[in-house]
């Protein structure tokens, strides 16, 4: 088991991974009481793969994570109010209230989101890496993913392109063993996913996502491989959530046992123990450390609900529209009110205009019987025979 760190970093990985769970309870809660919209993904039982991540990355570099991510804004150091106002959709929250749970989002922070594709992070993660490199920063990319989105194609195609371009970037697979209901052995042929990239040119290592300082040492030598040598590594953090894949899972994929045994191991639990044990914090200051998550997450909660929601008239404020080429009218149309080319039914190809015609007129006409169906009955204009062969009825054998 590797070493303590001093009591100062104990202290400070605990705080985290013990205010990462109290927003997540709260958020829970509060989106039960219908202040928090959308979907609500809970990483309850992660705490140490994220807190452990994050505790020894530098604040240039960039991390970019999935839909389950308000711990890992937290952990990056963004305010948990700003967080919880944006699960309220609320102006104070990080993407002003737009953006919701799905889409934290902190670019002065260096944490670049929140994304509900799955997968769909690594090519992103990817390009953050090349522009880092091309810039010639300094600044490693760390893309957080989890054991479903190992099987999406472009999980081959990013290891591909960070090994061939010797990419600045440490892929960080959060394995909770199931991808939504679907257990790992069910959905991944490789179940050790440390080996996954291996093939191409991204060597792995998999490490207990349970034990804070495992995750801080493994993530240590990765970010330094990726910093020093440019050489793009993979860790497989085996963890588990507590909470269903989201607040709309009835959990009938697994049994209760399993998650409880997994609760014996919490991260939180066992690290403040092994302080404790090993004398390097006092019970005291684990008090503490639950005490001023308690206080902050209340404050969050009351902040948030006292920030207004985003005006309607700044709707249209804040969207990505290209608006040389091709002309962003499609996203906000700004332009006269009239119908403009391809808008009006004129402009219309004549054939097209005669079916339309066509059609509206057939729609005033009841209907008379059946419709011929020709599939069955062969094309009624090229007069060809029925696609589907004869009759079964009519056929002699
Ligand atoms: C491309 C794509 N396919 C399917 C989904 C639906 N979906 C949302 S989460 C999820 C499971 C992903 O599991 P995993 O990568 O293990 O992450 P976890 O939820 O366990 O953190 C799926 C299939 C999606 N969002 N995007
Ligand atoms: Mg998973």
């Given at each position: ?104 989002f902190d670019a002065a922070r260096r944490f670049m989101g929140g ?126 959530r507590y909470r269903g894949h989201s607040a709309a899972d009835p ?147």
């Open positions: 088991m590797p070493d303590l760190p001093d009591a100062a970093t104990c202290y400070e990985l605990l705080a985290r991974m013990a205010l990462i769970r109290r927003f997540e309870e709260e958020a829970g809660r509060q989106y039960q009481r219908a202040k928090a919209g959308g979907f609500l993904h809970l990483a309850i039982g992660e705490e140490a793969t994220i807190v452990g991540t994050t505790s020894v990355m530098r604040d240039e570099d960039f991390l970019i994570g999935t839909y389950r991510t308000h711990g890992h804004a937290i952990a990056r150091g963004t305010e948990p109010n700003a967080v919880m106002a944006e699960l309220f959709g609320r102006v104070d929250g990080t993407s002003g209230g737009r953006g919701g749970s799905m889409h934290i994304y509900g594709i799955v997968g769909g992070n690594l090519p992103i993660a990817a390009g953050l890496a090349l522009a880092s490199q091309y810039k010639g920063e300094d600044a490693v990319t760390v893309c957080m993913f989890g054991d479903g989105a190992s099987n999406a194609g472009n999980f081959g195609e990013t290891m591909n392109l960070a090994a061939l371009w010797t990419l600045p970037i440490l892929f960080l697979v959060e394995n909770n063993l199931y991808g939504m209901g679907t257990a790992i052995e069910r959905h991944s042929a490789q179940t050790d996913l440390s080996k996954k990239a291996e093939g191409y040119g991204v060597p792995g290592t998999r490490i207990d996502g349970m034990d804070v300082i495992a995750v801080r040492e493994a993530v240590s030598a990765g970010l330094r491989s990726a910093r020093e040598e440019e050489r793009p590594t993979l860790i497989e953090v085996v963890t588990y959990e009938v994929y697994r049994e209760r046992e399993e998650v409880e045994e997994w609760r014996r191991r919490d991260p939180i639990e066992s690290f403040a123990r092994r302080c404790v044990e090993a004398g390097v914090l006092g019970e005291r200051e684990v008090g503490q450390a639950r005490e001023a998550a308690e206080a902050t997450v209340l404050a969050a909660v009351e902040l948030a609900d006292a920030s207004p929601e985003p005006p309607l008239d700044t709707m249209y404020e804040s969207l990505y529209a290209l608006t040389d080429y091709p002309g962003g009218w499609y996203a906000v149309d700004e332009r006269s009110p009239e119908p403009h080319r391809g808008e009006h039914e004129a402009d219309m190809p004549e054939r097209a205009r005669e079916l339309a015609e066509a059609g509206a007129a057939y729609a005033e006409v009841e209907e008379e019987g059946e419709r011929p169906n020709p599939a069955l009955a062969g094309d009624a204009q090229d007069h060809t025979a029925s696609r589907t062969g004869p009759d079964p009825e009519e056929r002699e054998d």
